[in-house]
């Protein structure tokens, strides 16, 4: 809801305050403003003028030169508006002015010919396209005759005006309307409501013996009013009504229907004009269309109805479809002469269902849907009518053509002010109460220590002891409710064991150069499965999506390699993203799905670029793995992993590894199978996953600190050679056992198979640091400690040493 401050000052004086202080207060209130908007965006030396003359441009035959009056002085102006012509009032910016988008006018020559300013549209001030007149949609704006060159254009188009824009919540329908904004504007500055006045002369001739009325469908409409205006006069608006009308981002038409855009944002009622004499036969009946039936709209499209859509007829045919949009067959033009003017009060729920099978949705169908005033009803009709007879020239015919049958009773609320203080944990006093209800203007009597109030119809919100509850905590302040802490046994917050360890392992990702990315838990049929660590019977959707999200997945994997495959598509070739989530193995016993929490990572393309230094290194097997043992170290569990030999369907036989925790298998990791990544479009690529629930449900075994070494340790190599199926991870735990307690660390550093190595075997050499923090070791202590690994190598390895 846009909401003009300068029509506002019509209902409310609110001038005492700024504009922000007055959108602070209404949303301190309870009806946010998103913002506001300066009309005149700082626009400043912008006149009206007249052109005296207007030739083409002897060198442009898109370009005219016009001699513009602009108070007094003759200027010379070069403009290419197909609707230039001499003769007219338009709109100048003159050397020096700032047009909005920060367009500076200068003095300049086109094609030869001088130029000082530019005869401007309504866009070029900042106007939005979709509310300008259809007329100078295309062209410079022509102003009426009326005006006096070298007055200020801005004044005149009604720019010097500051719009505040509404977000509206779904229960404050009553602020749909300028008067509604002025009652809430009124109660929260304590002003009173400056109603318009309603008097015009009514014709000798009644309206009931031009027009007949009959309301089949009364359920849906039980209240419908049609006044009828003689010898109106189509034209364009004057120029205060279209200047209105755009500040509320609304196109002016013409005189009729701008009247009835114009009160339908005044008073929240939506009105529809008819052509009297396009009815035909001079009679109105409400009903529900016919199967099938058709109806042209305003919109010019041809709709197909439904046998419950409400739509108001001539009898015949459909002419409107109700509370939703007029038809073409009976629609205002040049040559009306009567009008039908429709107030009517339709049922929310029959509008809304209408709007929605038909795909259309306006002004008036927000309203109806909400809920209109009914109390509203006869006098927006009244008030159009006057407007017709002062702007349209129109007798209005006496009395009005109307079914009735709505309920208008005001709604009794009846409250305790202990009531409402309990609820707020407040102490406002009875009068205060009785007070705000008076600043609200809800009719209220203090009786018997109650209050006792009659909900006006306006406010269709207020329904229960809650509204009026929160009427008066809003208006009295919510800044105004104490603060005051639950006394209650409670205990402080914090993050659990789990919560904490699940930080850590994103922590060291993101550290070691990952991204998070958070993926679909949907997977279609053939990915749910694919690189499970365990498998389960799928959890199908009921009505899924799609066939691509139609199953619960069971590894986070598949659609982590989406995610790549999504940005080495678009050039971004290495990719390291990570994701901690929720696979889905089977049902549990109280029906719902088992959630199992996992990490999983992808890695591809470049691990270390540094162009400068001349530095690559392509992610492999070995970084994974780093990246892996690096988590366990941060959670404590470093000693107690293993790595072993894998076979896992979609992966590189060859470089797929199981992840040990203790005794259980806990995850796995490798190189995506070649065939696999070709098919997903990607270079070499590595994945890993573990059971990250059964990861932090283990608990690290309790840290000890060791003092700095003040003896030296004693390093050993040797080079073994051994079958080529022999894991290197078999030959440490052998040397770690036979080492005893004086072998601190054993480290691979080098694999070679080739010349001087036999066929079918392969040569791995370890280094063995030898150290005893209590004393200086001897030689013999240490060669009798290597003998011992040595004997235990090639009795359980059948290893050799090479020579």
Known sequence: MLVSTNWLSKYVDWNELSVEELAEKITRAGIEVDGIIDRSFGMDNIVIGYVTDCVKHPEADKLHICQVDVGGEITQIICGAPNIAAGQKVIVARPGAVLPGGMKIKKAKLR???SNGMICSLQELGIEGKVVPKAYAEGIYVLPNDVQAGESALTHLGLYDQVMEFDLTPNRSDALSMLGVA???????????????????????KAQDYLKLAVEAQEDNPMYIAKVVKNVKVAESPQWLQNTLMSAGIRPHNNIVDITNYVLLEYGQPLHAFDYDRLETKEIVVRHARECEKIVTLDQAERTLNGHQLVITNGVEPVALAGVMGGANSEVHEGTATVVIESAYFAPSSVRRTSKEVGLRSDASTRFEKGVDPNRVAEAAERAAQLMAELAGGEVLEGSVQFDELDKTAERIILSPDYVNNRLGMKIPMDEMKSIMDRLQIPTEAINGQLVMDIPTRRQDLRIKEDIIEEIARLYGYDEIPKTLPVVESTPGGLTPYQAKRRIVRRFLEAAGLSQALTYSLASPKDAQAFALETAPVTELLMPMSEERSVLRQSLIPHLLDAATYNTARRNESVALYETGSVFLGIEEDGLP????????????????????????????FVMKGIVEGLFEQLGLLERIQFTKATVEGMHPGRTA???????????????????????????TYVMEMNLRVIMETAAEELFYEPVPRYPSISRDIALVVDRDTSAANLQAIILQAGGKLLKTVQLFDLYEGKNVEEGKKSLAFSLTYFDPERTLTDEE??????????????????????
Do not use: C
Not at 183 to 205: M, N, Q, R
Not at 782 to 803: E, G, I, M, P, Y
């Open 782 to 803: 240490v060669v009798n400690a290597h003998k011992k690994v040595l004997d235990a190598l090639t009795v359980q390895a059948n290893a050799q040493l090479r020579s």
């Open 594 to 621: 088992k959630e199992v929490e996992h990490v999983a990572a992808v890695l591809t393309g470049k691990w270390v670029h540094h162009a400068w230094q001349g530095e690559t290194k392509k992610v492999d097997f």
């Open 658 to 684: 199981t992840v040990w925790l203790g005794d259980q298998a806990v995850g796995m990791l490798g190189q995506v199978h070649p065939t696999v990544q070709n098919q997903r479009d990607l270079q070499e």
């Open 112 to 114: 030869g010919e001088e």
């Open 183 to 205: 009652y809430e504007v009124g109660a929260i500055l304590s002003k009173d409501i400056k109603l318009p006045a309603i008097s015009f002369e009514e014709s000798s001739e």
